[in-house]
């Protein structure tokens, strides 16, 4: 059973920082492209960032590049998610996901949720300004 478990979220003052986590169990987490997802109240399931198997391919979304860096650690099974300079718009529910395959075809398939097959239960990261 797979299983993707997030941390790390909290409340952060804005232009902070929090790093979260998600420690994947299950899978063949070396052959899996990672991705973080987040929803805020009201608000679609949006795309954040991605990042293919060896971490040598990354994906952000326009409103978090250069403030937040997706990594991998392959061999703790964990994916990460840096946040910096943090914004009130950033509060959401981050949600960790992975994918059976170790990257995709097209650069555009790291943006969609419907290419993830497995989800985390989510971290609240709230930011006050």
């Known amino acids: 059973q797979v299983q993707l478990v997030e941390s790390g979220g909290g409340l952060v003052q804005a232009g902070g920082s929090l790093r979260l986590s998600c420690a994947a169990s299950?899978?063949?987490?070396?052959?899996?492209?990672m991705g973080w997802f987040r929803q805020a109240p009201g608000k679609e399931r949006e795309f954040v960032a991605a990042?293919?198997?060896?971490?040598?391919?990354?994906y952000y979304a326009d409103s978090v590049k250069g403030r937040f860096t997706i990594s991998r650690d392959n061999a703790k099974n964990t994916v990460y998610l840096q946040m910096n300079s943090l914004k009130s718009e950033d509060t959401a529910v981050y949600y960790c996901?992975?994918?059976?395959?170790?990257?995709?075809?097209?650069?555009?398939?790291?943006?969609?949720?419907?290419?993830?097959?497995?989800w985390g239960q989510g971290t609240q990261v709230t930011v006050s300004s």
């Open positions: 996901a992975a994918a059976k395959t170790y990257m995709f075809r097209s650069g555009s398939d790291y943006f969609r949720h419907d290419e993830y097959d497995y």
């Open positions: 299950g899978l063949t987490f070396s052959n899996s492209v």
């Open positions: 990042i293919n198997w060896s971490g040598g391919s990354t």
